[in-house]
């Protein structure tokens, strides 16, 4: 299967490379050529936008968390098959407790109806199943279904994973996984392209991950909006392809669209080791289309729209956190950040695995780092846990020995997959009320995360360095240069890049794909009608034709707004099946800029202090109320989680204006018939105040890229008018007008 898209795919590039060379009138950057290559005819229904792409995706990957409510939207749209190749892969739901074995078992009994569903929806409508236990949905795509140039889109915002092998990976809403099966082209405002020119290689303790924390630094969870990272250079090429996924993977961090890596022989040599010789043999004869024209490589400045250069023989190890990715510190400056901002020094819990950093290179160096210590008679000071990225990556770090290592330092094994990254993990601590910190090698760190407790200082690092830090047990004590025990010292990890006999082919029966049969007419879907964790989706009522009038203002958030904020995960993932019930977590745990709260707020019509959000907005719902949230920067940073718009749509939310978006967010926004609109002056945040009643004046005008008027109503009867935008096309405002993108393709009766 993916040798015959990407057959046909390479056929394609190959036709219409030159003349997208002739149109833009010069040579072309590797996203240039895949943006050209999936381009798609234009839909009927619009003509032309400037600046929006409309593209034909090859595949489809759906995460179970997210899976749920795609599928339930798709369900809407009434058809028997998916139009694309697609997968569902059972990674987030399981908890992190005991261990690998006991966790999955108790995992699939508790979460068994939904696991029935997405089975069920895989077999009817033609998807591979990817059970529990098998892996983490971007380690199984890299293994399995990403290709070099080809475009994929996934439920999760760490899709573009899969840029480590060239394949251009973007993270999208539910909504849009849904259209995209539904046979529908997808809609992208064309990204600005950003090149990464890589030079040197990495030394001593530096990693990939060093990489994009480097970038991270710099550029900050905003930086990358709306762009694709290109990556480039003998350093680009000095990198291994699961290292180069690490880089792909966190660019999601800088909230960019895509990032992508060239394909060469370090890719192919990949693709070898997990069985893909031919696909890698067919790349080869297709190399031009697969990496920028040699004139961009020669002199890139003139062909991205910004460039930046990393010598990757200078990038020293960093440590980000606590509460953020892009809270960059070098390992050797860290005990002193920790002793300035009183961070906890010492660790609770050190934790590899996510599906940033769990490749066989990651724990094969890792545990390099282990042995060392073994032989120097040292074992970790805290408890150390390891989640291998796949089946297949652990059966393969079985056979090597590798995860014997972890064994004998005492590591808990855990499952492949998401655990403690996503807050399933019930973590043993002796005193909850004291804060404490922890060190993973995972992509996030927002506060409440990991454990559930909004206190915990969570920090993140390489895979090798996260190890390390186990034997110092203390953030202020470096690992790498400590006399840890009377004359020993660590040397810098080593590990191969990819295992001898290549990744272990057989796998565990239980952790294997479960292939559709060819035709799912007969199958049942199994959705019981009674049940609390799924239920059948009301389409959203169309637009009244009205003005917005005079809204209540249910939350004002000051500061970092994350999806985790507006729709937390970690036991809230039960019901991400169910609409009204995940309603119930409506931003509990977003700041709340009039009381300094989180999670509650101010009934502004009862005069009731300290309600949940979900409350409030459920109280003027039932007074034929809808309501408004204001946003700050970056408003909905973080993942592609849709119910972070379901849910306030449900609620009765009609808009949400903020300083600025993450682009994801926005996008589900949209797709959900909630206007999200951004102050034209970021200052006016200030103007918004507790006891005021916004409204939207003008709707019926609504024009691409004309701005609109809010109005602030104040106690006293006066007004201040605002300009804000909006960032919809013309095809988005026939999703407002409609009540969501989907009715504007569900069946008519
Ligand atoms: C995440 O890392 O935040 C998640 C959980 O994988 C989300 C998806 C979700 O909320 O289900 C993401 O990154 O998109
Ligand atoms: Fe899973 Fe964490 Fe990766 Fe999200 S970031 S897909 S929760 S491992």
């Given at each position: 299967?993916?040798?015959?898209?990407?057959?046909?795919?390479?056929?394609?590039l190959?036709?219409?490379?030159?003349?997208a060379?002739?149109q833009?009138?010069?040579?072309?950057?590797?996203?240039?050529k895949?943006?050209?290559?999936?381009?798609a005819?234009?839909?009927a229904m619009?003509?032309?936008?400037?600046g929006?792409l409309?593209?034909?995706?090859?595949?489809?990957?759906?995460?179970?968390?997210?899976?749920?409510?795609?599928?339930?939207q798709?369900?809407q749209?009434?058809?028997?098959?998916v139009?694309?190749?697609?997968?569902?892969?059972?990674?987030h739901?399981?908890?992190?407790?005991a261990?690998?074995?006991?966790?999955?078992?108790?995992?699939l009994?508790e979460?068994q109806?939904?696991?029935?569903?997405?089975?069920?929806?895989?077999?009817?409508?033609?998807?591979?199943?990817?059970?529990?236990?098998?892996?983490?949905?971007?380690?199984?795509?890299?293994?399995?279904?990403?290709?070099?140039?080809?475009l994929l889109?996934?439920?999760?915002?760490?899709?573009?994973?899969?840029?480590?092998?060239?394949?251009?990976?973007?993270?999208?809403?539910?909504?849009?996984?849904?259209?995209?099966?539904?046979?529908?082209?997808?809609?992208?405002?064309?990204?600005?392209?950003l090149?990464?020119?890589?030079?040197?290689?990495?030394t001593g303790?530096a990693?990939?991950k060093?990489?994009?924390l480097?970038?991270?630094?710099?550029?900050t969870?905003?930086?990358?909006?709306?762009?694709?990272l290109?990556?480039?250079g003998d350093?680009?090429?000095?990198?291994?392809?699961t290292?180069?996924?690490t880089?792909c993977?966190?660019?999601a961090?800088l909230g960019?669209?895509?990032?992508?890596?060239?394909?060469?022989?370090?890719t192919?040599?990949?693709?070898?080791a997990?069985?893909?010789g031919?696909?890698?043999?067919?790349?080869?004869?297709?190399?031009?289309?697969l990496?920028?024209?040699?004139?961009?490589?020669a002199?890139?400045?003139?062909?991205?729209?910004?460039?930046?250069e990393?010598?990757?023989?200078?990038?020293?190890?960093?440590?980000?956190?606590?509460h953020?990715?892009?809270?960059v510190t070098?390992v050797?400056?860290l005990?002193?950040?920790?002793?300035?901002?009183?961070?906890?020094?010492?660790?609770g819990?050190?934790?590899?695995?996510?599906?940033t950093?769990s490749?066989?290179e990651?724990?094969?160096?890792?545990?390099?780092?282990?042995r060392?210590?073994r032989d120097a008679g040292?074992?970790?000071r805290?408890p150390?846990?390891?989640?291998?990225g796949?089946?297949?990556?652990?059966r393969?770090?079985?056979?090597?020995?590798?995860?014997?290592?972890?064994a004998?330092?005492?590591a808990?094994r855990?499952?492949?997959?998401?655990?403690?990254?996503?807050?399933?993990?019930?973590?043993s601590?002796a005193?909850?009320a004291?804060?404490?910190?922890?060190l993973?090698?995972?992509?996030?760190?927002f506060?409440?995360?990991?454990?559930?407790?909004?206190?915990?200082?969570?920090?993140?690092?390489?895979?090798?360095?996260?190890?390390?830090?186990?034997?110092?047990?203390?953030?202020?004590?470096?690992?790498?240069?400590?006399e840890?025990?009377?004359?020993?010292?660590?040397q810098?990890?080593?590990g191969?890049?990819?295992p001898?006999?290549?990744?272990?082919a057989?796998?565990?029966?239980?952790?294997?794909?479960?292939?559709?049969?060819?035709?799912g007419h007969?199958?049942?879907l199994e959705?019981?009608?009674?049940s609390?964790?799924?239920?059948?989706?009301?389409?959203?009522p169309?637009?009244?034709?009205?003005d917005?009038?005079e809204l209540?203002?249910?939350?004002?958030?000051?500061?970092k707004?994350?999806?985790?904020?507006?729709?937390?995960?970690?036991?809230?993932?039960?019901?991400r099946?169910?609409?009204d019930?995940?309603?119930?977590?409506?931003?509990a745990?977003?700041l709340?800029?009039?009381t300094?709260e989180?999670?509650?707020?101010t009934?502004?019509?009862?005069?009731?202090?300290?309600q949940?959000?979900?409350?409030?907005?459920?109280?003027?719902?039932?007074?034929?109320?809808?309501?408004?949230?204001?946003g700050?920067?970056?408003?909905?940073?973080g993942?592609?989680?849709?119910?972070?718009?379901?849910?306030p749509?449900?609620l009765?939310?009609?808009?949400?204006?903020a300083?600025?978006?993450?682009?994801?967010?926005?996008?589900?926004?949209?797709k959900?018939?909630?206007?999200?609109?951004t102050f034209?002056d970021?200052?006016?945040w200030?103007q918004v105040?507790?006891?005021d009643?916004?409204?939207?004046?003008?709707?019926r005008?609504?024009?691409?890229?004309?701005?609109?008027?809010?109005r602030?109503?104040r106690?006293?009867?006066?007004?201040?008018?605002?300009?804000a935008?909006h960032?919809?096309t013309r095809r988005?405002?026939?999703w407002?007008w409609?009540?969501?993108?989907?009715?504007?393709?569900?069946?008519?009766?």
């Amino acid at each position: 299967m993916p040798l015959q898209l990407a057959h046909s795919l390479y056929q394609r590039l190959a036709a219409v490379l030159p003349e997208a060379r002739q149109q833009t009138g010069r040579p072309l950057t590797l996203t240039e050529k895949l943006l050209a290559g999936h381009a798609a005819p234009l839909p009927a229904m619009a003509a032309p936008e400037p600046g929006v792409l409309f593209l034909l995706p090859d595949r489809v990957a759906l995460q179970d968390a997210t899976a749920q409510m795609a599928l339930l939207q798709f369900l809407q749209a009434g058809r028997d098959r998916v139009a694309l190749p697609a997968s569902i892969h059972c990674d987030h739901l399981i908890q992190a407790q005991a261990g690998a074995g006991p966790d999955l078992a108790r995992g699939l009994a508790e979460h068994q109806e939904v696991f029935a569903f997405l089975g069920s929806a895989a077999r009817k409508y033609g998807l591979d199943f990817w059970p529990p236990g098998a892996g983490i949905i971007h380690q199984v795509v890299l293994e399995n279904y990403a290709f070099p140039g080809g475009l994929l889109l996934g439920t999760d915002s760490h899709t573009p994973n899969a840029g480590g092998l060239g394949c251009l990976g973007i993270g999208v809403g539910g909504a849009d996984a849904a259209e995209v099966l539904a046979g529908l082209p997808w809609e992208l405002p064309r990204p600005r392209r950003l090149g990464v020119r890589l030079t040197g290689r990495l030394t001593g303790w530096a990693t990939p991950k060093d990489v994009i924390l480097r970038l991270l630094a710099e550029l900050t969870v905003r930086g990358g909006t709306h762009k694709i990272l290109e990556y480039f250079g003998d350093g680009a090429a000095s990198l291994s392809a699961t290292g180069r996924a690490t880089i792909c993977n966190m660019g999601a961090e800088l909230g960019a669209t895509s990032s992508l890596f060239p394909y060469d022989a370090r890719t192919a040599r990949y693709l070898v080791a997990t069985g893909r010789g031919e696909l890698a043999t067919l790349a080869d004869a297709h190399q031009a289309s697969l990496t920028a024209d040699p004139e961009v490589l020669a002199a890139p400045a003139g062909f991205f729209d910004e460039l930046l250069e990393i010598d990757l023989t200078t990038l020293a190890p960093q440590v980000a956190g606590p509460h953020t990715p892009d809270r960059v510190t070098p390992v050797g400056d860290l005990a002193a950040a920790v002793r300035e901002h009183g961070w906890p020094p010492e660790l609770g819990a050190c934790l590899v695995g996510s599906c940033t950093n769990s490749s066989t290179e990651d724990l094969g160096r890792a545990a390099s780092l282990l042995r060392q210590a073994r032989d120097a008679g040292l074992r970790p000071r805290v408890p150390l846990f390891v989640a291998p990225g796949s089946a297949r990556v652990a059966r393969t770090l079985e056979r090597d020995g590798v995860l014997a290592a972890f064994a004998e330092a005492g590591a808990t094994r855990l499952a492949a997959a998401c655990g403690p990254c996503i807050g399933q993990w019930a973590r043993s601590v002796a005193d909850p009320a004291r804060p404490d910190s922890i060190l993973s090698s995972f992509n996030r760190n927002f506060p409440g995360r990991n454990d559930g407790r909004r206190t915990t200082c969570s920090f993140l690092a390489s895979p090798e360095l996260t190890v390390a830090y186990a034997f110092s047990g203390r953030l202020d004590v470096d690992p790498r240069t400590a006399e840890l025990t009377p004359g020993f010292t660590f040397q810098p990890p080593t590990g191969p890049e990819l295992p001898a006999g290549g990744l272990a082919a057989d796998v565990a029966d239980a952790a294997q794909v479960v292939h559709p049969p060819a035709e799912g007419h007969a199958v049942v879907l199994e959705i019981a009608p009674d049940s609390e964790r799924l239920a059948l989706l009301t389409p959203f009522p169309p637009w009244d034709g009205e003005d917005l009038q005079e809204l209540p203002v249910l939350l004002k958030a000051r500061g970092k707004t994350t999806t985790d904020a507006i729709s937390p995960a970690g036991p809230w993932l039960r019901f991400r099946g169910h609409l009204d019930r995940i309603s119930d977590n409506l931003c509990a745990g977003a700041l709340n800029a009039f009381t300094g709260e989180t999670g509650t707020g101010t009934n502004v019509i009862s005069g009731e202090k300290n309600q949940s959000f979900s409350a409030i907005a459920r109280d003027y719902q039932r007074r034929g109320l809808g309501c408004a949230v204001v946003g700050d920067a970056n408003y909905g940073e973080g993942s592609s989680r849709e119910h972070a718009a379901m849910s306030p749509r449900h609620l009765g939310v009609k808009v949400v204006l903020a300083r600025s978006f993450a682009r994801i967010h926005e996008t589900n926004l949209k797709k959900q018939g909630i206007l999200p609109l951004t102050f034209a002056d970021p200052a006016d945040w200030e103007q918004v105040q507790a006891d005021d009643r916004l409204s939207v004046l003008g709707l019926r005008e609504l024009t691409p890229g004309q701005p609109v008027t809010v109005r602030l109503t104040r106690a006293d009867g006066t007004h201040v008018d605002l300009r804000a935008h909006h960032g919809l096309t013309r095809r988005q405002l026939a999703w407002f007008w409609a009540g969501s993108a989907l009715n504007t393709q569900r069946p008519q009766p």
